[in-house]
């Protein structure tokens, strides 16, 4: 029986359909099918993909193998969900503010990260596309997250123990468009590519040897390197700029180790998008990352008045090489030993596997066909190991466990399947560079991921294509339509599509990683009210700063004080401190009419400052459903309007 002609579906429980379900109970047998889970249905059918999760209750056993950390495009955060499960579970807020997930800037901490420190304004949109797990050996260890904004020039890290963003990292010289973002195998260096070619300090063009026009360009493109220190810490250590911008990046291990290889799609430096196909080639870049460091400690560089700390390198002043690529080439990956460098031209058909073993013998034997602003160009016969005719739009490149790489294509919408060459013939034993599976996408394949599909040991076994286009896979929701994250079990030819979900536009790039490695740190509480246990609550009068000074505990279900008292126009500085141990057990204070809401942790302690501009009585709330009392659980701030203000009027707490 078709789920569509359900009548509990359809919502038609009429005595008539009643009788006929209850017949149907008696009889024991089909109408049962319709009420089940359809995967319930399916699980006898063999050879079928199992959903694990046929009821919720083995949901409730937390047996999801990865967590997914989705970039969350214009939503500025990162989407979190469950593998397999295509449970979503949460959202991390960084560049946006999202109240919902108690990130707003009334809260002085989220306040200074959003704020840009050169300008002082508190920057509120943001566009996340690269998130890079932090690694040990090259392999994901669960501390970090990085990502960055495309919109504005800064970074972020997320911290994995409490899925909050514990630093904003503004990167100097340039105005945003930053794409491109990698971190290293030990997490030690950082690398934010600039797409969007600049118009950079004088001080910058005058070193590089290039002049710049503001109305006529060409413009110049740069690459930042970003310190990453054991504890996290995240510090302007230098940047490079060259003639052009870079597109994507990945910092090498293994067998190539020690470089950063990257793209661009406008080596023609044109200012608008047709002449940007002008060249029937672009570039991929080998940059040396020892020769950066070494025309720092040289001091080959200048710095500028923004930020005299940090080292401008010019691109002449380091090893760098270039190799040609098709037309307008996007994605680079590095497959699992680092010996494939894998590339395409998004205009074309063509994917291209260069061999970095071959690329390093090349550099010494100087392979070169000439030379662009001086970087010599490798000879495309010497580096590659294999050019691919695959399909229309070929855009990003991820690897599994098993020797292969998984190429996805917008235009074609599909994901196709290629075997790796030496050394990973021994594991599955295939003639090299032929495609031996396609997996179809509903619709238009951005990115796509394999769990661990950028790092020394992808841990395989699933495919998730992450769909520009959704068409009409889903329910009808407005023009601005969600994106289809697509889920395959690729353990078997052909791959298994088992499972979709609809997630807000437009996420970029996404990492899965072993839930092992992240659930364990997760905290349940923050320890920080214990530092101000003894600290009683209070309300101080400040007359000489103007300012109302309140202590203020929370704890199910009151706010202590609940009542307090603020002349009109003055500051009022309040540390709210919950003093819940309890997990789960969350509160807040929001205040009536004075567009301010924070949330407020278990065991959290929040410094929440505002000016009482505005005379009356003025309830605060808090916003989550802690207890049945949660909607008593609300006190009054009292704005005195000036005139009416007399000492006596202050708030004095029995103590
Ligand atoms: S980009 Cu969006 S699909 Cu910003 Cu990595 Cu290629
Ligand atoms: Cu505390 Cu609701
Ligand atoms: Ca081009």
Same mark, same amino acid.
């Given at each position: 029986?078709?789920?569509?002609?359900?009548?509990?579906?359809?919502?038609?429980?009429?005595?008539?359909?009643?009788?006929?379900?209850?017949?149907?109970?008696?009889?024991?047998?089909?109408?049962?099918?319709?009420?089940?889970?359809?995967?319930?249905?399916?699980?006898?059918?063999?050879?079928?993909?199992?959903?694990?999760?046929?009821?919720?209750?083995?949901?409730?056993?937390?047996?999801?193998?990865?967590?997914?950390?989705?970039?969350?495009?214009?939503?500025?955060?990162?989407?979190?969900?469950?593998?397999?499960?295509?449970?979503?579970?949460?959202?991390?807020?960084?560049?946006?503010?999202?109240?919902?997930?108690?990130?707003?800037?009334?809260?002085?901490?989220?306040?200074?990260?959003?704020?840009?420190?050169?300008?002082?304004?508190?920057?509120?949109?943001?566009?996340?596309?690269?998130?890079?797990?932090?690694?040990?050996?090259?392999?994901?260890?669960?501390?970090?997250?990085?990502?960055?904004?495309?919109?504005?020039?800064?970074?972020?890290?997320?911290?994995?123990?409490?899925?909050?963003?514990?630093?904003?990292?503004?990167?100097?010289?340039?105005?945003?468009?930053?794409?491109?973002?990698?971190?290293?195998?030990?997490?030690?260096?950082?690398?934010?590519?600039?797409?969007?070619?600049?118009?950079?300090?004088?001080?910058?063009?005058?070193?590089?040897?290039?002049?710049?026009?503001?109305?006529?360009?060409?413009?110049?493109?740069?690459?930042?390197?970003?310190?990453?220190?054991?504890?996290?810490?995240?510090?302007?250590?230098?940047?490079?700029?060259?003639?052009?911008?870079?597109?994507?990046?990945?910092?090498?291990?293994?067998?190539?180790?020690?470089?950063?290889?990257?793209?661009?799609?406008?080596?023609?430096?044109?200012?608008?998008?047709?002449?940007?196909?002008?060249?029937? /080639?672009?570039?991929?870049?080998?940059?040396?990352?020892?020769?950066?460091?070494?025309?720092?400690?040289?001091?080959?560089?200048?710095?500028?008045?923004?930020?005299?700390?940090?080292?401008?390198?010019?691109?002449?002043?380091?090893?760098?090489?270039?190799?040609?690529?098709?037309?307008?080439?996007?994605?680079?990956?590095?497959?699992?030993?680092?010996?494939?460098?894998?590339?395409?031209?998004?205009?074309?058909?063509?994917?291209?596997?260069?061999?970095?073993?071959?690329?390093?013998?090349?550099?010494?034997?100087?392979?070169?066909?000439?030379?662009?602003?001086?970087?010599?160009?490798?000879?495309?016969?010497?580096?590659?190991?294999?050019?691919?005719?695959?399909?229309?739009?070929?855009? /990003?490149?991820?690897?599994?466990?098993?020797?292969?790489?998984?190429?996805?294509?917008?235009?074609?919408?599909?994901?196709?399947?290629?075997?790796?060459?030496?050394?990973?013939?021994?594991?599955?034993?295939?003639?090299?560079?032929?495609?031996?599976?396609?997996?179809?996408?509903?619709?238009?394949?951005?990115?796509?991921?394999?769990?661990?599909?950028?790092?020394?040991?992808?841990?395989?076994?699933?495919?998730?294509?992450?769909?520009?286009?959704?068409?009409?896979?889903?329910?009808? /929701?407005?023009?601005?339509?969600?994106?289809?994250?697509?889920?395959?079990?690729?353990?078997?030819?052909?791959?298994?599509?088992?499972?979709?979900?609809?997630?807000?536009?437009?996420?970029?790039?996404?990492?899965?990683?072993?839930?092992?490695?992240?659930?364990?740190?997760?905290?349940?509480?923050?320890?920080?009210?214990?530092?101000?246990?003894?600290?009683?609550?209070?309300?101080?009068?400040?007359?000489?700063?103007?300012?109302?000074?309140?202590?203020?505990?929370?704890?199910?279900?009151?706010?202590?004080?609940?009542?307090?008292?603020?002349?009109?126009?003055?500051?009022?500085?309040?540390?709210?401190?919950?003093?819940?141990?309890?997990?789960?057990?969350?509160?807040?204070?929001?205040?009536?009419?004075?567009?301010?809401?924070?949330?407020?942790?278990?065991?959290?302690?929040?410094?929440?400052?505002?000016?009482?501009?505005?005379?009356?009585?003025?309830?605060?709330?808090?916003?989550?459903?802690?207890?049945?009392?949660?909607?008593?659980?609300?006190?009054?701030?009292?704005?005195?309007?000036?005139?009416?203000?007399?000492?006596?009027?202050?708030?004095?707490?029995?103590?």
């Amino acid at each position: 029986m078709a789920l569509k002609s359900s009548p509990l579906v359809q919502g038609v429980l009429t005595p008539k359909v009643v009788g006929a379900l209850l017949v149907g109970l008696l009889l024991g047998t089909l109408v049962f099918g319709v009420v089940l889970p359809s995967s319930a249905r399916g699980a006898a059918s063999s050879g079928a993909y199992q959903r694990p999760y046929p009821l919720p209750h083995q949901y409730w056993a937390r047996t999801d193998e990865f967590y997914v950390f989705a970039s969350g495009g214009q939503q500025g955060g990162l989407y979190v969900y469950g593998v397999p499960s295509m449970k979503y579970l949460s959202e991390i807020p960084i560049f946006n503010p999202d109240q919902a997930w108690g990130w707003t800037p009334e809260e002085p901490k989220v306040r200074k990260m959003l704020t840009n420190p050169w300008t002082e304004e508190v920057v509120t949109r943001g566009d996340t596309h690269h998130p890079s797990l932090s690694r040990t050996n090259g392999v994901y260890d669960g501390r970090w997250l990085f990502i960055n904004d495309k919109l504005h020039p800064r970074i972020a890290r997320v911290d994995l123990d409490t899925f909050r963003t514990g630093q904003i990292l503004w990167l100097p010289n340039g105005n945003g468009g930053d794409h491109g973002l990698s971190v290293s195998p030990n997490s030690d260096l950082l690398v934010q590519n600039f797409e969007h070619e600049q118009v950079p300090d004088p001080a910058i063009t005058q070193h590089l040897g290039l002049t710049v026009d503001l109305l006529k360009g060409p413009y110049v493109g740069a690459f930042s390197g970003v310190n990453i220190a054991s504890d996290g810490a995240m510090s302007n250590a230098w940047q490079v700029w060259g003639p052009w911008g870079f597109d994507m990046v990945r910092i090498g291990w293994g067998k190539s180790d020690g470089w950063i290889v990257s793209t661009s799609y406008n080596t023609e430096r044109a200012l608008s998008a047709v002449p940007m196909f002008a060249r029937d /080639h672009d570039y991929a870049f080998f940059w040396n990352i020892a020769s950066i460091r070494k025309a720092v400690a040289d001091g080959k560089y200048v710095t500028t008045k923004q930020a005299p700390d940090v080292p401008v390198v010019s691109w002449k002043d380091v090893e760098v090489y270039v190799t040609p690529i098709p037309l307008n080439p996007h994605g680079i990956d590095i497959s699992p030993t680092g010996k494939y460098v894998m590339t395409s031209g998004k205009a074309t058909t063509l994917v291209v596997a260069i061999d970095f073993e071959k690329t390093l013998e090349a550099i010494q034997n100087k392979r070169f066909i000439g030379d662009d602003f001086g970087i010599p160009i490798l000879d495309p016969d010497a580096v590659r190991a294999a050019t691919m005719d695959l399909g229309m739009g070929p855009t /990003h490149i991820e690897f599994d466990n098993q020797g292969y790489a998984y190429v996805g294509f917008f235009v074609d919408s599909d994901i196709k399947k290629v075997p790796l060459g030496e050394p990973y013939t021994r594991l599955h034993n295939k003639e090299p560079w032929k495609v031996v599976d396609v997996l179809p996408a509903h619709f238009s394949v951005g990115h796509l991921l394999v769990p661990g599909g950028d790092t020394a040991q992808p841990y395989g076994k699933y495919v998730i294509s992450m769909n520009k286009l959704t068409k009409d896979t889903f329910l009808p /929701h407005g023009p601005l339509e969600s994106e289809n994250h697509e889920l395959y079990n690729i353990e078997q030819v052909p791959a298994q599509l088992i499972d979709q979900m609809p997630l807000g536009p437009e996420t970029h790039y996404s990492q899965a990683i072993p839930a092992s490695l992240v659930a364990p740190r997760v905290k349940t509480t923050y320890t920080e009210a214990r530092a101000v246990a003894a600290e009683k609550p209070r309300v101080e009068y400040d007359y000489a700063a103007r300012e109302v000074r309140v202590h203020m505990t929370v704890v199910r279900s009151f706010f202590t004080p609940d009542a307090f008292t603020v002349p009109e126009g003055w500051k009022v500085k309040t540390r709210l401190v919950s003093q819940e141990t309890a997990m789960d057990i969350s509160h807040g204070f929001a205040l009536d009419g004075y567009n301010l809401s924070v949330s407020l942790d278990p065991g959290e302690v929040k410094d929440v400052e505002w000016v009482a501009d505005k005379p009356g009585v003025h309830w605060f709330y808090c916003i989550w459903f802690c207890s049945e009392l949660h909607m008593e659980m609300r006190g009054r701030a009292i704005v005195v309007p000036q005139a009416d203000w007399t000492p006596d009027k202050e708030t004095h707490l029995a103590s």
